[in-house]
């Protein structure tokens, strides 16, 4: 899995879900250019997979409120792939709770160098997972993060502050010279105004450029991806899935 690499084996012909910690949202085959359908779980999944045929695939967009994502450091000791794994496991353990064997990582590998890691919880994958082998579908996991910074179609500048938002939560990630130095998430109210989210943003840069002064202090670039209508005002799920115009053009 690599959440922020939208996998070339996936096809714009393939569906898509967008999921979260509530609910799956869909789009009807039918439907394709019509309104997304959003239910919890239970509900949603006879529905979701009625959509499907046998043997289709299926890119899953983990919300914001299921996929983590960190800044890793690499020790200096780390003689191994699978050393710097544990210490990855470790570390997600440490900032997002639970065990290390309880998270899915992905990870920009580096030895040398700080990398961006990306997790989902194994209890919020399982069981999708088997009820998708079990009906015969395949499966490709993504974070909507992931997808938005891996898509050919993205806008996220090389240097500075950029954030992705969505109905409550934004992730704020510095970048220089294309390399990610700082990365944190933030929870917000559902219906927050741009005007605050952006403050509660600069208040975060003050925060880290205390920190770490190289960090420059200007105010992010910020792409949206809050759905439309008040139904859907904060639904993660429906958010997520509205990448995946995004991860079909990363995958042509």
Known sequence: MSPWRPSLLWRPTHAAWGLDARDLAWRPAQEAAGEVRRAPHAVAWPQALAQLDPGATVAVIAANDIAVHWLQTPPASVSSLDELRLVAAARCAHLHGGAP????????????????????????????????????????????????????????????????????????????????????????????????????????IRIEAMRDPSLSGEPPHWVNITAGGTDADDSEAIAALGLAALLQGGAS
């Open 101 to 204: 064997g309880d998270w899915w990582i992905a990870a920009d590998w580096n030895a040398t160098l700080p990398f961006v890691c990306a997790a989902l919880p194994y209890s919020a994958v399982t069981p999708w997972q088997r009820k998708l082998a079990t009906a015969g579908i395949s499966a490709h996991w993504h974070t909507a993060w992931g997808v938005a910074c891996g898509s050919v179609a993205n806008t996220f500048p090389d240097d500075g502050w950029s954030a992705l938002r969505g109905p409550t939560r934004f992730l704020l990630w510095h970048c220089r010279a294309g390399r990610v130095d700082c990365l944190g998430m933030q929870s917000m109210s559902p219906g927050t105004s741009d005007e605050d989210a952006n403050a509660q943003a600069l208040r975060q």
